[in-house]
């Protein structure tokens, strides 16, 4: 059998929005032909089933998050600098209320990664990615003097996560400016204390 041809990250950007938008249980394969132009017959060709896909979506979600994440810190400005500016637009992502600004990886965990080891171990990976990106850009702001030499970056960034896992969810409630920035501002100030 010949393989369909089609833009393999479009695809997966479109399921990954479909997967955001309603979650993984509700997203019906009618839902992500819909989303991604696909027969079903494709998708089960090059993904094997809705599992699958959603597989590939989360690696196609992690790329773009890398890739986003690196676009902040790619310039001669302060670590400190560009780590507030990648606070404030996760602010921005909560504030847009669009479900499809919402982070695919702790939504399949919360649903699905207890009840799929193979699902959690894939997130738990790209986390520790995240975590290990974060702790780069903490250890050039002590590598600077910006931060205290003696801070535990792995700490740090760990609490930095926990925080951004926890504005995410806090603006599911509370999606004002005025109650997600100061909380943004407060959790840089703690994770960032100068010497």
Same mark, same amino acid.
């Given at each position: 059998?010949?393989?369909? !041809?089609? /833009?393999? *990250?479009?695809?997966?950007?479109?399921? +990954?929005?479909?997967? +955001?938008?309603?979650?993984?249980?509700?997203?019906?394969?009618?839902?992500?032909?819909?989303?991604?132009?696909?027969? %079903?017959?494709?998708?089960?060709?090059?993904? /094997?089933?809705?599992?699958?896909?959603?597989?590939?979506?989360? #690696?196609?979600?992690? @790329?773009?998050?890398?890739?986003? &994440?690196?676009?902040? &810190?790619?310039?001669?400005?302060? %670590?400190?600098? =560009?780590?507030?500016?990648?606070?404030? *637009?996760?602010?921005?992502?909560?504030?847009?209320?669009?479900?499809?600004?919402?982070?695919?990886?702790?939504?399949?965990? =919360? !649903?699905?990664?207890?009840?799929? #080891? #193979?699902?959690?171990?894939?997130?738990?990976? =790209?986390?520790?990615?995240? *975590?290990?990106?974060? #702790?780069?850009? $903490? !250890?050039?702001?002590?590598? @600077?003097?910006?931060?205290? =030499? @003696?801070?535990?970056?792995?700490?740090?960034?760990?609490?930095? +996560? +926990?925080?951004?896992?926890? $504005?995410?969810?806090?603006?599911?409630?509370?999606?004002?400016?005025?109650?997600?920035?100061?909380?943004?501002?407060?959790?840089?100030?703690?994770?960032? %204390?100068?010497?």
């Amino acid at each position: 059998m010949r393989n369909a !041809e089609f /833009d393999r *990250q479009n695809v997966l950007r479109a399921a +990954m929005r479909a997967f +955001m938008v309603k979650g993984y249980a509700k997203t019906s394969m009618q839902d992500l032909t819909k989303a991604t132009g696909l027969h %079903p017959g494709s998708i089960y060709c090059a993904f /094997d089933n809705k599992k699958g896909l959603l597989l590939a979506a989360i #690696e196609q979600y992690n @790329q773009d998050r890398i890739a986003q &994440f690196a676009q902040f &810190f790619d310039n001669q400005d302060s %670590p400190l600098h =560009n780590l507030k500016c990648y606070l404030d *637009q996760i602010v921005q992502e909560c504030l847009s209320c669009d479900a499809t600004q919402a982070c695919l990886l702790t939504k399949a965990l =919360n !649903e699905i990664g207890e009840q799929d #080891e #193979e699902i959690s171990q894939l997130i738990q990976g =790209n986390l520790l990615i995240w *975590q290990q990106g974060i #702790e780069s850009i $903490l !250890e050039q702001a002590k590598s @600077q003097g910006l931060i205290d =030499n @003696q801070s535990d970056s792995q700490l740090q960034a760990q609490y930095l +996560m +926990m925080g951004i896992y926890g $504005l995410r969810t806090f603006a599911h409630t509370h999606p004002t400016a005025d109650v997600l920035q100061p909380l943004a501002d407060k959790l840089f100030a703690s994770i960032t %204390p100068f010497r």
